[in-house]
């Protein structure tokens, strides 16, 4: 491949970018520039023009899909030679310098789920996963466990974040929140790691900071790598950043490539000030602007730059696009979250009817609890539309929805010994093994396996099991909420699950449960106030009714095994659902961006500080710029609760693109009122009481 070969489809900017082999260089790219492809040829004519040794050639990337695409890329460009490129996750190549320059043996801890043919790799492992290390901490010191009062998920971010912004751990003000327990559970985390010879992704890097201070190691690894390239620059930290000045030295071969309009993983510890700012470490930073957006209309550009303008941190760059002017975006307006849902599926099967593929629409969220709704809807009997969900989870098998379930499931059938024994660990109660398998045979032996009857007899429990007092105060408690649920029924109020999560503190208990461990406490309580709408919604007033509500739970589960498509599977025409976190670099025809309102985008903890407002703003931005033809946002007026209905406003966001939309109201429904009051709860929930 020569050099015209390699720049003949370049634009005059990605030109400038792919020639220059030396030098420190911050490419800033817009969505939709082609970034990938410019830094794939700049590769190849770094090698076959100046030929530059590709063994020479380091490339960081954030993710093992992203690594791959551009081994694939190159290869494709190459051949054999871009096999020689080393390109690595920066956990990745610290593995691998670690490996190579010490003695040591890394015990990398897991993250999360380990893999059944990959469990032979920890098995001299004190604790295979950062989960077990949490257990053991809450099992040595509850007190300060619980006091904390976060969810383990949420302190492995914090603490993640705290080693790579290197944050002073000795401010606890400001680096654990004021919250001191925090701070305790840190240093016992610490230690337990240190103790057992263990490491988390956060300690390899600093690992290998700490190499990089030894001299010789440095000049070899320099002598290897003599020209760095760090894709997705906008989400590096403190840490990494250092790692890499130390690798590139006085030659400062450095090409950073990234968009700070597109910076969203500060909760994971990533600093947008490290590209915005690039040039107060480097003198010479030689900057190119990579503008042309060969991917979205004209309207949805002019939306997208209006948006991101009211951001006052920021480098300076205006995307434009040589692309048709475009039709006008679509500003769907709903009564409420069922609505919107009805109405964002309605108008996917007018786009199918008119000969659109459904893989080339994606309905786009800020939370993934906000799917639940849509794919409710998708399920119906009478839409039916294949889907496939990024990061997929059974909602309704998730461990904080199921126990609420096992509490309804056991109202309806006081035999089910298996919602019994979910119910008493969600949240946990402590009771042993053996008293919950003496409640259970109790209950057959003298009501028929009627469970709620038998701890109903405080008198029969003392008597026939092994419970203590504290148990005892449990069952009664348990007894009183299960008695003022039948109070309710009996005066056909729909407060039953409020009932539930009010008596037993559910959303605190199961966000310091086991269960719950990989859960942030925020996504928990997304996933909770989802399931409660869905309940509220289908207003439950007698136990025919809730029979019913739980019949339609078991279908639609049913439902979804048939019609959610494996993420893998990428030849069934199914439409994507997605956050934005996970469609970031991703583009489509036609997205749907769904819960455009206030506290839901931006999210209400969020918009109160302006740096977190603005990378809210920044994620806005990510969701507009996927869409290649048509983009819809989603509003409504309305949340239901449990003490009835609330009024929302606009997300702040719609304004701030200062674009004529065109509006469609809740009025345009195919469907009257009157004819989804009729629909029975058997097929689906009612929309609007």
């Given at each position: 491949m ?118 032979y ?23 300060t ?26 401010d ?61 620059f906008?989400d ?86 040589d ?15 069922f609505e ?101 045979n ?11 009857k ?18 005892i ?27 539930i999560?009010?008596r ?33 919604n ?20 049913e439902?979804a ?50 740096e ?25 007026d309305?949340l ?30 195919k ?19």
């Amino acid at each position: 491949m020569n050099e015209n070969d390699i720049l003949s489809t370049l634009n005059d900017k990605q030109k400038e970018v792919a020639v220059l082999g030396e030098g420190t260089i911050r490419v800033l790219a817009g969505a939709g520039t082609g970034k990938t492809k410019t830094m794939v040829h700049r590769i190849a004519y770094m090698i076959n023009v100046l030929n530059i040794n590709p063994s020479e050639i380091l490339v960081f990337s954030y993710t093992n899909k992203a690594v791959n695409e551009f081994r694939e890329r190159i290869h494709n460009l190459l051949g054999e030679k871009a096999d020689l490129v080393n390109i690595h996750t920066f956990h990745a190549f610290a593995n691998k310098i670690l490996k190579t320059y010490t003695n040591e043996n890394f015990k990398i801890l897991a993250d999360g789920f380990i893999k059944p043919e990959d469990l032979y790799r920890y098995k001299d492992y004190a604790y295979k996963t950062r989960d077990e290390v949490f257990k053991s901490i809450r099992k040595d010191d509850e007190f300060t466990y619980k006091n904390a009062g976060f969810s383990a998920k949420d302190m492995m971010l914090l603490f993640d974040k705290i080693k790579e912004r290197k944050f002073d751990i000795n401010d606890v003000e400001h680096t654990f929140l004021g919250n001191v327990y925090l701070r305790e559970i840190y240093k016992m985390y610490n230690e337990k790691l240190q103790k057992n010879g263990l490491y988390d992704f956060a300690d390899l890097l600093i690992k290998l900071n700490e190499l990089l201070n030894k001299k010789d190691i440095l000049k070899k690894i320099r002598e290897h790598y003599k020209y760095t390239i760090v894709d997705e620059f906008q989400d590096t930290n403190d840490l990494q950043l250092e790692i890499i000045n130390k690798i590139i030295g006085d030659d400062k071969n450095l090409c950073v490539v990234g968009d700070d309009s597109q910076s969203i993983y500060a909760f994971r510890g990533a600093n947008v000030n490290l590209i915005i700012k690039l040039g107060s470490q480097f003198n010479d930073l030689k900057t190119i602007n990579l503008e042309q957006n060969y991917r979205s209309t004209k309207e949805i550009i002019k939306a997208s730059n209006n948006l991101i303008e009211k951001n006052k941190n920021k480098a300076d760059k205006i995307i434009w696009t040589d692309n048709i002017e475009g039709n006008k975006i679509i500003k769907i307006k709903a009564s409420n979250k069922f609505e919107e849902a009805q109405f964002v599926v309605e108008k996917i099967q007018e786009l199918k009817a008119s000969g659109i593929k459904y893989s080339d629409i994606a309905i786009l969220y800020r939370n993934n609890s906000q799917s639940q709704i849509i794919q409710e809807r998708l399920l119906r009997d009478e839409v039916q539309i294949p889907y496939r969900v990024k990061d997929p989870s059974n909602f309704f098998n998730r461990p904080e929805i199921k126990g609420l379930l096992s509490y309804l499931r056991l109202y309806i059938d006081p035999t089910d010994a298996s919602s019994f024994l979910d119910c008493m660990m969600k949240p946990a109660r402590y009771f042993s093994k053996v008293l919950l398998e003496q409640i259970i045979n109790l209950a057959i032996v003298k009501n028929n396996g009627d469970i709620l009857k038998t701890i109903k007899d405080i008198k029969l429990l003392k008597k026939n099991t092994s419970a203590n007092k504290s148990n005892i105060a449990a069952i009664e408690e348990i007894n009183d909420m299960y008695d003022a649920i039948s109070n309710s029924l009996k005066r056909n109020e729909n407060n039953i699950l409020e009932t539930i999560l009010t008596r037993t503190n559910y959303i605190k208990g199961m966000s310091l449960s086991f269960h719950c461990m990989n859960t942030p406490i925020e996504e928990l309580k997304n996933n909770i106030g989802t399931f409660s709408e869905i309940f509220l919604n289908a207003d439950i007033k007698n136990s025919t009714e809730l029979e019913g509500f739980m019949i339609y739970i078991n279908n639609l589960d049913e439902k979804a095994k048939r019609l959610q498509i494996p993420d893998s599977d990428k030849t069934t025409d199914a439409i994507q659902l997605s956050t934005i976190h996970s469609a970031k670099g991703l583009e489509f025809p036609y997205v749907f961006l769904i819960g455009m309102v206030e506290d839901v985008f931006p999210n209400y903890k969020l918009k109160k500080i302006e740096e977190d407002l603005e990378e809210e703003r920044r994620l806005c931005y990510v969701a507009i710029t996927r869409p290649m033809k048509q983009l819809y946002l989603s509003t409504y007026d309305i949340l239901l609760t449990s003490t009835g209905i609330s009024f929302v406003d606009e997300s702040r966001f719609i304004k701030e693109m200062e674009v004529d939309m065109e509006v469609l109201d809740s009025k345009d429904f195919k469907k009257t009122k009157n004819e989804l009051d009729n629909l029975n709860l058997d097929e689906i929930l009612i929309i609007e009481n």
